[in-house]
């Protein structure tokens, strides 16, 4: 009998990223397992990656709240409420837990279940939920979003984690066949607070290029361009990616030999993929959010402490052997 299941978690991308084990975990232990996910448009790929996903649906908060009351933006909210009242879930499982997420979990058919008062980080949620389950809340985000869906469906966490992206690795060896050596690099992030010296990033890209690496930064906006840019001006070995699909993105993470980033969800996905990554946290802690992954992972620093250019060093080295 097929147990129609809804997850709603709609970003962002290093969130949607640790939610993945968890699906895993569901596809599993529940037979017969018809996967939903709500999310946001603009992450909708990420869903889609997970082999036991069924359907991606999408919502667009982020750019719906600009003319929230628009014609063209009331008729897409609609079109999603009619959606997810016309199928009948078995389970509702809202793993984020904020009160954006709150509507669309009242608009889906279903038991609706989510963390309970003292584990939400908004606990006013937690009012619209049939079911509520108590998790831990200073525990790594990976632990944390399984734990939460091995209480709604009645069995036990085991074994490491399996993010479901198994289907990159035949493209990255290919690539890694006939494409030279390189690192991928994301000195960005969004946040200012969160930027590492560029004396520091120099010492790293040295370090990789005498490693005999080409280097690959990625950057999303301008400004990041332009900052990725200016890192490695007169580098021969080095280019910045030209802004792509995340499929593509995925694609060019999943075949490097090695990933230097800050604490952004390309870095964690890159440790999804399997990579040996190094993350540098100096705005957050890495207790709840650290890398995880089947290669070599390295988080280093935390909030108002970031790390220094030799423990960052010390790391390419332990990954590169």
């Given at each position: 009998?097929?147990?129609?299941?809804l997850?709603?978690?709609?970003?962002?991308?290093?969130?949607l990223?640790?939610?993945?084990?968890?699906?895993?975990?569901?596809?599993?232990?529940?037979?017969?397992?018809?996967?939903?996910?709500?999310?946001?448009?603009?992450?909708?790929?990420?869903?889609?990656?997970h082999?036991?996903?069924?359907?991606?649906?999408?919502?667009?908060?982020?750019r719906?709240?600009?003319?929230?009351?628009?014609?063209?933006?009331?008729?897409?909210?609609?079109?999603?409420?009619?959606?997810?009242?016309?199928?009948?879930?078995?389970?509702?499982?809202?793993?984020?837990?904020?009160?954006?997420?709150?509507?669309?979990?009242?608009?889906?058919?279903g038991a609706?279940?989510?963390?309970?008062?003292?584990?939400?980080?908004?606990?006013?949620?937690?009012?619209?939920?049939?079911?509520?389950?108590?998790?831990?809340?200073?525990?790594?985000a990976?632990?944390?979003?399984?734990?939460?869906?091995?209480?709604?469906?009645?069995?036990?966490?085991?074994?490491?984690?399996?993010?479901?992206l198994?289907?990159?690795?035949?493209?990255?060896?290919?690539?890694?066949?006939?494409?030279?050596?390189?690192?991928?690099?994301?000195?960005?992030?969004?946040?200012?607070?969160k930027?590492?010296?560029?004396?520091?990033?120099?010492?790293?890209?040295?370090?990789?290029?005498?490693?005999?690496?080409?280097?690959?930064?990625?950057?999303?906006?301008?400004?990041?361009?332009?900052?990725?840019?200016?890192?490695?001006?007169?580098?021969?070995?080095?280019?910045?990616?030209?802004?792509?699909?995340?499929?593509?993105?995925?694609?060019?993470?999943?075949?490097a030999?090695l990933?230097?980033?800050?604490?952004s969800?390309?870095?964690?996905?890159?440790?999804?993929?399997?990579?040996?990554?190094?993350?540098?946290?100096?705005?957050s802690?890495?207790?709840?959010?650290?890398?995880?992954?089947?290669?070599?992972t390295?988080?280093?620093?935390?909030r108002?402490?970031?790390?220094?250019?030799?423990?960052?060093?010390?790391a390419?080295?332990?990954?590169?052997?």
């Amino acid at each position: 009998m097929t147990t129609r299941i809804l997850i709603v978690r709609t970003s962002s991308l290093g969130d949607l990223v640790h939610m993945l084990p968890a699906i895993s975990d569901i596809a599993k232990h529940v037979p017969d397992a018809q996967i939903d996910w709500l999310v946001e448009e603009s992450f909708a790929q990420i869903p889609a990656w997970h082999p036991a996903v069924t359907q991606v649906i999408q919502v667009a908060h982020r750019r719906w709240r600009r003319a929230w009351w628009s014609t063209q933006v009331r008729q897409e909210r609609g079109a999603v409420n009619a959606a997810l009242r016309a199928r009948q879930y078995d389970l509702v499982l809202d793993m984020q837990a904020l009160l954006k997420s709150i509507w669309w979990v009242r608009m889906a058919t279903g038991a609706k279940h989510g963390l309970d008062w003292c584990s939400a980080r908004e606990p006013l949620a937690t009012m619209f939920y049939d079911v509520r389950h108590r998790v831990e809340f200073w525990q790594p985000a990976v632990a944390r979003q399984r734990l939460l869906a091995a209480s709604a469906f009645g069995y036990k966490v085991q074994g490491a984690p399996d993010f479901g992206l198994q289907a990159f690795d035949a493209q990255a060896q290919l690539t890694r066949k006939h494409e030279h050596a390189y690192a991928t690099i994301m000195p960005s992030a969004s946040r200012e607070d969160k930027l590492w010296p560029v004396a520091d990033w120099q010492a790293v890209l040295d370090c990789l290029t005498q490693r005999g690496l080409k280097l690959k930064l990625l950057a999303g906006t301008p400004d990041e361009y332009e900052r990725a840019q200016a890192l490695i001006h007169g580098r021969l070995n080095a280019m910045v990616m030209p802004r792509g699909s995340l499929t593509a993105t995925a694609q060019t993470l999943a075949a490097a030999e090695l990933m230097v980033g800050l604490d952004s969800g390309l870095t964690h996905l890159s440790a999804a993929l399997g990579r040996p990554t190094i993350g540098i946290y100096q705005a957050s802690t890495p207790v709840r959010t650290p890398l995880v992954g089947d290669a070599f992972t390295a988080s280093l620093g935390d909030r108002g402490q970031p790390p220094s250019r030799q423990m960052v060093l010390a790391a390419i080295e332990q990954a590169l052997g």
